[in-house]
């Protein structure tokens, strides 16, 4: 087992659902409101995150985005879903249907392992 004590990154996965406001919105005024509500917010509460969204409504009726978010740590993590929850984007613009959160390869770390990993050329 690892001795030295590390900083562990989170990835956290929100699947959300839009709403009729937000699909109300032009494409204009969503970007608008991501740019204006959203990233200020996160950026006076934390640093070290990233995000990432994928569009899922081509295949899910339930959920409709998914966005990826990644922590250095767990409590850049939590200062981010603070942040995000005093924005319209938290169950105004979009339902939080679920939230999955985790370490990548966290079993490799809890026992000392090379993580394994699949890579298709």
Same mark, same amino acid.
């Given at each position: 087992?690892?001795?030295?004590?590390? +900083?562990?990154?989170?990835?956290?996965?929100?699947?959300?659902?839009?709403?009729? $406001?937000?699909? /109300?919105?032009?494409?204009?005024?969503?970007?608008?409101?991501?740019?204006?509500?959203?990233?200020?917010? *996160? $950026?006076?509460?934390?640093? /070290?995150?990233?995000?990432?969204? @994928?569009?899922?409504?081509? @295949?899910?009726?339930?959920?409709?985005?998914?966005?990826?978010?990644?922590?250095?740590?767990?409590?850049? @993590?939590?200062?981010? *879903?603070?942040?995000?929850?005093?924005?319209?984007?938290?169950?105004?613009?979009?339902? +939080?249907?679920?939230?999955?959160? /985790?370490?990548?390869? &966290?079993?490799?770390?809890?026992? &000392?392992?090379?993580?394994?990993?699949? *890579?298709?050329?």
């Amino acid at each position: 087992m690892p001795t030295e004590e590390a +900083v562990t990154p989170v990835t956290a996965f929100l699947l959300v659902k839009t709403t009729p $406001e937000w699909l /109300g919105l032009t494409v204009q005024e969503r970007v608008d409101a991501f740019t204006t509500q959203v990233v200020p917010a *996160i $950026e006076a509460k934390t640093t /070290g995150v990233r995000s990432r969204f @994928y569009d899922t409504e081509f @295949y899910s009726a339930r959920v409709t985005d998914v966005w990826v978010w990644e922590a250095d740590d767990h409590q850049a @993590y939590q200062l981010l *879903i603070d942040a995000l929850r005093e924005t319209p984007f938290w169950d105004r613009y979009f339902e +939080v249907v679920e939230l999955l959160v /985790g370490t990548e390869n &966290g079993y490799a770390r809890t026992y &000392g392992l090379d993580a394994v990993a699949t *890579i298709s050329t």
